[in-house]
């Protein structure tokens, strides 16, 4: 769901904060033909050359709750932790109860905003377990949906805001490290217009290279009949197979916008797409978006009209599996930090430090940086050091840690770190490991007791 639109991510920076303000889309309609379809179908067999990676076509008796081994409720008013009223200023909150998500009994899945006599809105959030859904390497990967939006128009249909999207896999359990991580909005709709975005989000807000909040997209409309009045199919194919890695946007077979990796810089683009991703359906009711096309909902608005989806379907083709890492780094020579294969909550800067080059900074608790294949060799690792520096306040501090193999694993070694006199004001920090050998991928971890920004990192490396 767009945070183009209107994903308020406050980004938590102690020295750059801000909350995001919504900024009007202005995106270029393109036309797409096809029929539509009728209520009762089912998601279509792999194409040759494609397999089956995730599939619900929504089978059930009518009134029951979504498959829980696929699929969780998002509830509230937004994420434990996270921004309010989900980031995008939305009014509703989201439930699990039946009323507002359950199948049909006819093969589809219901989200329903509802509103009750005190004029309080509820509605629906669904999102996949999964969230390692990204193209194999060399390959492409396949989201599709087949979808009737909410059929209602005019002045009833104001502050609707139906939705079919992904987010980057690093978002769950931080929350506040958007847009670097990512989103695809596959289908967006607002105030009951023929017309559907899609859109991609990556860098920093606002502005940035991907010029959020708006981010990378477009627009097209439903032909045959409107995205009310019928059902239409919505895709996404994200191509690793290009000598330029794409990523496309579909409506009923129909290729209506791509983003390209060589649009933004390499960095930015790593950061977004080198993790996978998980699924999200959702209606809300107001927000940023529909704040753009008119606002909304009001008195006038109508509750009771569902998006109705018929299946979701995750396809594969090509490539292979990542291979494991292959010792392309050594343990013992300097790391930058800016060369991290993945991250979450970070942001690269000019560094003041001797060499110059880059540094990560905005470090804060839950942030991590991610470096495959560090070769620590046959002689036992003991040591680790690293180059830090600090602007945070009195009494703001936290732990830099190495952890191998998994963020989950315990720390082999750790640090503490408060202010240095300054964000650019660098020191060389020592600490012990636990003995390493061998090849790792090894991931440095920001733990602190609270949520300000306590450290940058120019480089570490590893010493026996």
Request: hydrophobic share 35%; with cysteine; net charge negative.
């Amino acid at each position: 769901m767009s945070d183009t639109s209107g994903r308020l991510r406050a980004r938590r920076r102690l020295r750059r904060a801000f909350v995001a303000v919504i900024s009007t889309l202005g995106l270029a309609a393109v036309a797409a033909t096809a029929a539509t379809p009728s209520a009762s179908a089912s998601a279509p067999p792999p194409p040759s050359g494609w397999n089956q990676v995730f599939l619900d076509d929504f089978n059930g008796p009518a009134g029951s709750g979504v498959n829980t081994a696929d699929w969780q409720y998002a509830t509230g008013r937004g994420y434990p932790g996270g921004p309010a009223n989900w980031g995008t200023g939305e009014i509703e909150t989201m439930t699990s109860n039946t009323d507002n998500v359950s199948l049909d009994g006819n093969g589809n899945l219901r989200i329903t905003p509802r509103r009750d006599g005190a004029g309080n809105w509820t509605s629906g959030r669904i999102e996949t377990n999964r969230t390692d859904f990204q193209p194999p390497a060399g390959g492409k990967l396949r989201v599709e949906s087949r979808i009737q939006v909410p059929n209602v128009t005019g002045a009833a249909a104001k502050g609707y805001w139906p939705a079919f999207w992904m987010l980057g896999a690093p978002y769950r359990g931080n929350y506040w490290n958007w847009p670097g991580v990512g989103e695809l909005d596959i289908m967006e709709n607002t105030q009951g217009q023929n017309t559907v975005f899609a859109t991609m989000h990556c860098g920093t807000a606002p502005g940035g290279p991907c010029n959020e909040n708006s981010g990378i997209g477009s627009s097209t409309t439903c032909q045959g009949t409107t995205c009310q009045a019928g059902f239409h199919t919505y895709r996404m194919e994200w191509d690793r197979s290009t000598s330029v890695e794409e990523i496309r946007f579909y409506l009923d077979g129909v290729n209506f916008h791509t983003v390209r990796a060589n649009q933004v810089d390499a960095t930015t683009w790593r950061n977004a797409t080198d993790h996978g991703f998980f699924i999200i359906l959702n209606v809300a009711m107001g927000g940023g978006f529909p704040d753009a096309f008119g606002g909304g909902p009001d008195a006038g608005t109508q509750p009771g009209h569902p998006m109705v989806v018929d299946y979701v379907q995750v396809l594969s083709s090509g490539g292979g599996t990542t291979p494991p890492p292959t010792g392309n780094r050594d343990a013992y020579s300097t790391i930058q930090a800016e060369s991290y294969d993945g991250q979450s909550g970070v942001m690269t800067e000019t560094t003041s430090d001797s060499g110059g080059g880059q540094n990560v900074g905005s470090l804060a608790n839950g942030d991590w940086l991610h470096f495959k294949g560090v070769d620590f060799g046959s002689t036992a690792a003991r040591q680790f050091s690293a180059r830090v520096a600090s602007g945070a306040a009195g009494g703001v501090s936290g732990l830099v840690e190495v952890r191998l193999d998994s963020r989950s694993n315990a720390p082999i070694g750790s640090f503490a770190v408060g202010g240095t006199g300054g964000w650019q004001s660098w020191r060389t920090v020592p600490a012990n490991i636990g003995s390493v050998t061998g090849t790792h991928d090894v991931y440095l971890t920001f733990t602190s007791g609270q949520p300000a920004d306590f450290v940058n990192v120019n480089w570490f490396t590893f010493g026996r």
